[in-house]
Antibody, heavy 119, light 107 residues
Framework: EVQLVQSGGGLVQPGGSLRLSCAASGFIFGNYWMTWVRQAPGKGLEWVAN????????NYVESVTGRFTISRDNANNSLVLQMNSLRVEDTAIYYC????????????WGQGILVTVSS | DIQMTQSPSSLSASVGDRVIITCRASQSIGKSLNWYQQKSGKAPKILIYTASNLQSGVPSRFSGSGSGTDFTLTISSLQPEDFGTYYC?????????FGQGTRLEIK
């Protein structure tokens, strides 16, 4: 069974940092693109970033470029989103997701984790 | 960025009704369009990928069609468990983008 288990969320002040993790199991992690999607409270879904199978290709939505870094450790089946210089508008539930050819769609999702940026 | 516009934003329908949700892209995206269902407090669930392919395990009452800029998600006979919010999602170009969502309520 495919599982994506997320950790690392919480409350942080504006300008602070947070590291989200996504532990994968039940599939060959290194064969799949991985993606982060977020959802602000009461709002719709927003694609944040993705990373290719070997970690050599990374893409970001403009609003997080230069502040967030996506990375992966294929030996340990884990995905990370390092979030720096956090803003109030980064407050959201963050989901890791995977599946689908070339990362084009997301079959499996983590449980979601809340990040709150507030003073 | 490609803008995805769904209509309607919300709807209320009865069990057994045929429901159609539309999604329009601001530029042609071929068939790189996916549909998700999300229930409150849960992660989204994939229903349809690449416009018309039914994800394994999803009931056959769900279907998708379209190409280019105009797409539809059809529920042929609405069931009580189909309530939730539906999102279209384009994977044609980066950044990937989602529609604003369609909230479906069961009468």
């Amino acid at each position: 069974e495919v599982q994506l288990v997320q950790s690392g969320g919480g409350l942080v002040q504006p300008g602070g940092s947070l590291r989200l993790s996504c532990a994968a199991s039940g599939f060959i992690f290194g064969n799949y693109w991985m993606t982060w999607v977020r959802q602000a409270p009461g709002k719709g879904l927003e694609w944040v970033a993705n990373i290719n199978e070997d970690g050599s290709g990374k893409n970001y939505v403009e609003s997080v470029t230069g502040r967030f870094t996506i990375s992966r450790d294929n030996a340990n089946n884990s995905l990370v989103l390092q979030m720096n210089s956090l803003r109030v508008e980064d407050t959201a539930i963050y989901y890791c997701a995977t599946g689908g050819s070339g990362g084009g769609w997301h079959v499996h999702w983590g449980q979601g984790i809340l990040v709150t940026v507030s003073s | 960025d490609i803008q995805m516009t769904q209509s309607p934003s919300s709807l209320s329908a009865s069990v057994g009704d045929r429901v159609i949700i539309t999604c329009r892209a601001s530029q042609s995206i071929g068939k790189s369009l996916n549909w998700y269902q999300q229930k409150s407090g849960k992660a989204p669930k994939i229903l349809i990928y690449t416009a018309s392919n039914l994800q394994s395990g999803v009931p056959s009452r769900f279907s998708g069609s379209g190409s280019g800029t105009d797409f539809t998600l059809t529920i042929s006979s609405l069931q009580p468990e189909d309530f939730g919010t539906y999102y279209c999602h384009q994977s044609y170009s980066l950044p990937m983008t989602f529609g604003q969502g369609t909230r479906l309520e069961i009468k």
